[in-house]
């Protein structure tokens, strides 16, 4: 392997090769977009609502994602087999981006409804609608995940690729991560099942028009070899006897099931250990930005270090912030405090504050002039707040709230010519650690999906290289199976340690539940970086290795169209 920055190659005269034009790599990392109105929903939000929202147990669910997970993550071979085999006048992969956009804008709404019904009705629906949508999802997500391997062979081509369709991936994991929240509560009127679902539908109509944009823009250029007449049996068995490919499988399972640790417990993180749910959407939109400044400069890092190297680097500052971020104490104050839907309830100034405040606001003397003014903190562009004063009065005791309000109190003391102002908004230390760990992680993580699925490409490359051999779309759909069943162990993991320390929806937690729901957020999701890193040593797909096979390839192409 070698630090020595490279040049951008010549644009290539061999179509296999090509250059990109800037607009066939925005259509194509468009597409991305799309599948994050559902991936974040499903990643970030959707064990939350099945618990606290839909009114699953959590060691239902638990069984629920698990089984459903794996049934779900066995068709992505299927599906790969199916799309290898595909020939239209639109090429392999691209009819689906066209004709499963709608299904699975359908089928993401019915999960996202919550019909009333019994215990056991209600999971019997969430096992049908869940897995009809994954299905969807995998239909649509295993072709475009393929057709990134047939744009170009180009190597530094896919990496900026890749590093466009993770932008977008990340862009809208902002919007979608931050706004969920907002727009439910927006939607629901006092109905928060119906504000979920109208969000999915949403959410829905926007990605079927992003699909449709990435089906128009694209070309497919990199095909089998002529003469292939293989079966999707020998396709496995060429996969199983490349090496690089199976250790990104490994990487693949173990990196998702730290993006689903992550994801997942932040929703418990944030609600019943910081005790300020209305941060739930900035924390994750936070979490995408920093994701989609990494997958930005990830065609940068790689002119200087080979992606495996790159990722051995990334995922080692991963896992020991990960571990740091453990060690962050609870907030001493909440700052503001949420009052839940459907409830009213009179609330008093000092448990806004720390120990510390509440003290000396409690040993002032009976002639000293107090005020207390109440504000509610409104949204504006899901993370931008602006205050709206309700009302100041002389009693620490505040009127009754409801409706899900969002309030703060200022605290003006008044007492021998001196003014004190203590307010409950300004956030504690420990918040703005949370977040800066969160940024400084997620950064780090952001570059890890470009690089593994360009990894996928050479892994494909490899394979063709090889054998003689060409299966594009069960490399990437056996790749992907690898990450939904890391998915699938990672949500049955979080729902199981739920169930174990005694967790109860929408009630004040014990010692032992809120430890167990930092640790998932934070510990836990490190130890799995680490391992990461491990797996990573044995990959050795370097730079130079690659543009061997390449240039090996077109001596192919060209003497196989000679022979034509």
Not at 139 to 153: E, F, K, Q
Not at 323 to 333: I, L, Y
Not at 447 to 457: D, G, I, Q, R
Not at 511 to 539: E, H, W
């Amino acid at each position: 392997m070698t630090d020595t920055p490279i040049t951008d190659p010549p644009p290539s005269t061999n179509e296999r090769t090509a250059t990109l034009s800037i607009w066939e790599k925005l259509g194509y990392g468009i597409g991305d977009a799309g599948f994050n109105f559902y991936w974040i929903i499903i990643g970030s939000y959707l064990l939350y609502f099945y618990t606290d929202i839909f009114g699953l147990a959590p060691a239902a669910a638990s069984v629920m994602f698990l089984v459903t997970k794996i049934i779900d993550a066995c068709t992505d071979p299927l599906m790969g087999a199916i799309a290898d085999r595909t020939n239209s006048r639109w090429g392999k992969f691209r009819p689906y981006l066209l004709f499963a956009a709608l299904p699975m804008a359908a089928a993401a709404t019915l999960t996202m409804s919550t019909p009333d019904l019994d215990d056991g009705g209600k999971l019997i629906w969430a096992y049908a609608t869940y897995s009809i949508m994954m299905l969807c999802y995998t239909i649509l997500s295993t072709p475009y995940s393929s057709l990134s391997g047939v744009l170009t062979a180009n190597t530094q081509e896919r990496n900026s690729i890749y590093g466009i369709r993770f932008f977008f991936a990340y862009l809208t994991g902002i919007i979608v991560g931050a706004a969920t929240p907002e727009l439910a509560a927006y939607f629901a009127q006092g109905n928060e099942a119906r504000g979920w679902r109208s969000t999915m539908l949403l959410y829905s109509g926007i990605a079927t028009l992003l699909f449709w944009v990435s089906f128009f823009s694209t070309k497919e250029r990199v095909h089998p070899p002529a003469s292939q007449r293989n079966t999707a049996l020998r396709d496995i068995m060429d996969l199983l006897q490349n090496r690089p490919w199976l250790i990104l499988f490994l990487l693949a399972m173990i990196i998702m099931l730290t993006l689903t640790l992550r994801g997942s417990s932040s929703a418990y993180y944030f609600k019943y250990f910081v005790e300020r749910p209305d941060l739930m959407g900035s924390y994750i939109g936070v979490q995408m930005a920093a994701y989609a400044i990494g997958a930005a400069c990830t065609p940068f890092l790689t002119r200087f270090m080979d992606k495996a190297r790159l990722l051995i680097v990334l995922m080692t500052i991963v896992g020991i912030l990960s571990v740091a971020f453990a060690f962050v104490p609870k907030p001493q104050a909440t700052g503001v405090q949420t009052i839940p839907f459907n409830q009213t309830q009179a609330i008093h100034a000092k448990q806004f504050f720390s120990d510390k405040i509440s003290q000396r606001l409690g040993t002032l003397p009976d002639q000293a002039d107090i005020k207390y003014t109440w504000s509610e903190h409104q949204k504006k562009f899901w993370i931008f707040k602006q205050r709206v004063t309700l009302n100041t009065q002389e009693a620490s005791l505040a009127p009754q709230f409801s409706q899900g309000k969002v309030i703060s109190v200022e605290v003006v003391v008044q007492h021998q010519g001196k003014t004190n102002a203590f307010n409950s908004a300004d956030l504690p230390a420990e918040l703005f650690l949370i977040f800066i760990l969160n940024f400084a992680i997620s950064l780090a993580l952001g570059p890890k999906s470009p690089l593994t699925w360009s990894m996928y490409a050479d892994a494909a490359d490899y394979n063709e290289w090889k054998t003689g051999r060409r299966a594009t779309a069960m490399t990437f759909s056996a790749a992907t199976f690898s990450q939904k069943l890391g998915g699938a162990v990672g949500s049955a993991a979080i729902a199981a340690v739920l169930a174990a320390i005694g967790y109860a929806a929408n009630q004040a937690q014990t010692d032992a539940s809120q430890t167990g729901i930092v640790l998932l957020q934070t510990a836990v999701p490190g130890v799995f970086a680490f391992i990461a890193v491990f797996a990573l040593l044995f990959y050795k797909l370097d730079r130079s290795t690659l543009e061997t096979i390449q240039h090996e390839l077109n001596l192919r192409q060209e003497r196989s169209q000679k022979r034509i």
